[in-house]
C-alpha cells in the first residue's frame, strides 16, 4: 500500500481534505463522526460545515478515550487526538472497518515510519503548532494527492531579509500589486521558506531541548503541588507541552516559567458544551505550558 503525503497550509484545511475524500468514497447520505469531547472548534465545526453528525466521547484523567459501545456502532467516523504528543492510538485494527483520521497537530513523530491500517485511514500533522514552521501540514493518505506547489510570502521575504536596502514604501508596493501572485493559496500550498525550514529540521535535536526544559519545569511543578497529567513521554513523539490540571484562582503560580522564554494558556476553552461542565471539571482545569515559543 502506498503511502501519499500532501502538503497543506492549515490544519483545518488538511482536514476539510480528508473529509471530502471520505464523502467521495462513502455512499451513505448522511455520515456520524464521534469526536472526543475536549477538542477545539476549528475540528469541530469542520465536520458540522460538512453536514456531518458528531457524537461525542468523554476522556479519562490520562486523556485516553472512553469508548461507548453503543455510540462506537452508530458512527462512520472515528477521530483520535494524539494530545500533545502523549496518547498515540494505539490497537488501530480495531478501527479497520471506520474511516480513521488521527491528529497528531500537537506533536510531530520522531521518526518517518508512518503506517496505515488501510484505505480509510488518515494522519495529519501540523508543524506550526508542534514545532512552530509557519503554514506547513503534513497528511499522510492513500488518495490525497496535491502537487508540491511552492509559493513566496513576499510580505515575509521582503520585509524579513531586504528591509533594510528597499524603502518601506516600495515594500509597500510590491506587497499590494503581488499579493495574489505571490502569497500561498491556502489550498494547496505551504510557503516556501517554511518548506525548506521543515527540510532541515533536526528533530532528535528539538527533543533533547524539550526534555531539557520539562525536568526543570516538572521540578518546579512538583514543589508548587500542580498536578501533571503525564509523568513520563512517549518515546516516539516530540511533546508539544506540558499539560497539568489547574484551577483558575492558582493560575499565576505558573509565571516562573516566563524565566524560560515559554507561556502558558488553558486549550480549547469553546470546546461542545463548554457551559455544562462545572468549573471543577477536567477540561476546564487543564492548563498547557508550551514547550517552544512561535
Avoid at 527540510?199 to 521540578?219: A, G, S
Avoid at 497539568?244 to 494558556?265: H, M, P, Q, R, T
Amino acid at each position: 500500500m502506498l503511502i501519499q503525503r500532501a502538503f497543506f497550509s492549515y490544519g483545518r484545511i488538511a482536514l476539510n481534505s480528508i473529509i471530502n475524500d471520505i464523502k467521495k468514497k462513502n455512499k451513505k447520505e448522511k455520515l456520524t463522526a464521534y469526536l472526543p469531547r475536549y477538542i477545539c472548534s476549528d475540528v469541530y465545526l469542520k465536520f458540522l460545515e460538512n453536514d456531518i453528525d458528531i457524537i461525542y466521547y468523554e476522556l479519562n484523567n490520562k486523556l485516553n478515550a472512553l469508548i461507548d459501545e453503543n455510540d462506537f456502532a452508530k458512527i462512520d467516523i472515528y477521530y483520535h487526538v494524539n494530545f500533545f504528543g502523549y496518547v498515540p492510538l494505539i490497537h488501530k485494527n480495531r478501527f479497520e472497518k471506520k474511516y480513521l483520521i488521527e491528529d497528531e497537530s500537537q506533536t510531530i513523530k520522531l521518526s518517518d515510519d508512518t503506517q496505515l491500517i488501510n484505505q480509510n485511514h488518515y494522519i495529519f500533522s501540523s508543524l506550526r503548532k508542534s514545532i512552530c514552521i509557519k503554514n506547513t501540514t503534513i497528511v499522510y493518505s492513500t488518495n490525497i494527492r496535491n502537487k508540491m506547489k511552492m509559493s513566496l510570502d513576499i510580505s515575509f521575504f521582503v520585509k524579513k531579509t531586504l528591509k533594510k536596502i528597499i524603502p518601506q514604501n516600495v515594500i509597500s508596493i510590491i506587497s499590494k500589486n503581488n499579493e495574489n501572485n505571490f502569497k500561498f493559496h491556502p489550498e494547496n500550498k505551504i510557503n516556501y521558506i517554511s518548506y525548506q525550514i521543515y527540510k532541515r529540521i533536526n528533530k532528535k535535536k528539538i527533543l533533547e531541548k524539550r526534555k531539557f526544559y520539562i525536568q526543570i519545569i516538572k521540578k518546579k511543578l512538583l514543589q508548587k503541588n500542580i498536578d501533571l497529567i503525564f509523568n513520563e513521554l512517549n518515546d516516539k513523539y516530540i511533546p508539544s507541552a506540558i499539560p497539568v490540571i489547574i484551577d483558575e484562582i492558582n493560575i499565576n503560580s505558573l509565571n516562573f516559567i516566563s524565566k524560560y522564554g515559554l507561556a502558558y494558556s488553558r486549550w480549547a476553552v469553546d470546546f461542545p458544551d463548554n457551559k455544562g461542565y462545572l468549573p471543577n471539571h477536567l477540561y476546564k482545569r487543564i492548563c498547557l505550558i508550551y514547550l517552544f515559543k512561535c
